[in-house]
């Protein structure tokens, strides 16, 4: 069965900081990792799709990692804003057609 | 275009109440998930529908839990006999296709269950 850790449960940051959030997994027979951003009360808001054979995903100050054979994913933000405040999970999509999710990542980036 | 929508996004019952939440995915998309999101427990699959084949329902709880998926679109997700464990945000999602590595999953908004 597969099982999603992510590391920090919880992080704060000023604003401008680089941070690092992590995910690890435990079944390497994977289609894809996603990273999602989800905000209180609301829905989850896909970030960045990392398919089994990439190695990394890109998008504006986000940068996602995958290493496969390890079973571990990073999350690069890059000079965080208030506005990035939010939960973020890491899910993996496996053969079984279901996302297994990760307990998620509260992060706070004061002004 | 138009996202996943949930109805109702809030639904309070009483404890043996049976209930129905709704999943309208996006329009063309074949697959179509549901989770279930509680403290404590946090994100946890529940029933999975692709296309014409039989749902995987490996995730469900209980024999109270059923979904189903009329025309390959709209979804109906029934609780009968709530408990009060029930009470969660129960989240919708749909992909295009549900098979292949790069399919992403969209949410929608969720339905916040609560049971008294």
């Known amino acids: 069965k597969q099982e999603v850790t992510q590391i920090p449960a919880a992080l704060s940051v000023p604003e401008g900081e680089n941070l690092v959030l992590n995910c690890s997994f435990t079944d390497s027979a994977i289609y894809n990792l996603q990273w999602f951003r989800q905000d209180p009360g609301k829905g989850l808001t896909s970030l960045l799709l990392?398919?089994?054979?990439?190695r990394e995903q890109t998008s504006g100050r986000l940068n996602a990692s995958l290493d496969k054979s390890s079973g571990r994913s990073t999350l690069y933000i890059a000079a965080s804003q208030p506005g990035d405040s939010a939960t973020y999970l890491c899910a993996v999509h496996n053969a079984g057609n279901m996302l297994t999710f990760g307990g998620g990542t509260r992060l706070m980036v004061k002004p | 275009g138009a996202g996943v929508s949930q109805s109702p996004s809030n639904k309070v019952t009483e404890k043996g109440k049976d209930v129905e939440l709704r999943c309208d995915p996006i329009s063309g998309h074949t697959a179509l998930y549901w989770y279930r999101q509680s403290l404590g427990q946090g994100l946890e699959f529940l029933i999975y529908f692709q296309g014409n084949s039989a749902p995987d329902k490996s995730g469900l709880p209980s024999d109270r839990f059923s979904a189903e998926r009329t025309g390959g679109s709209v979804s109906t997700l029934t609780i009968q006999r709530t408990q009060q464990e029930d009470s969660a945000v129960y989240l919708c999602?749909?992909?295009?296709?549900?098979?292949?590595?790069?399919?992403?999953?969209?949410f929608g908004p969720g339905t916040r269950l609560t049971v008294l």
């Open positions: 990392i398919q089994s054979s990439q």
């Open positions: 999602a749909s992909s295009l296709t549900g098979t292949s590595s790069w399919d992403t999953q969209y």
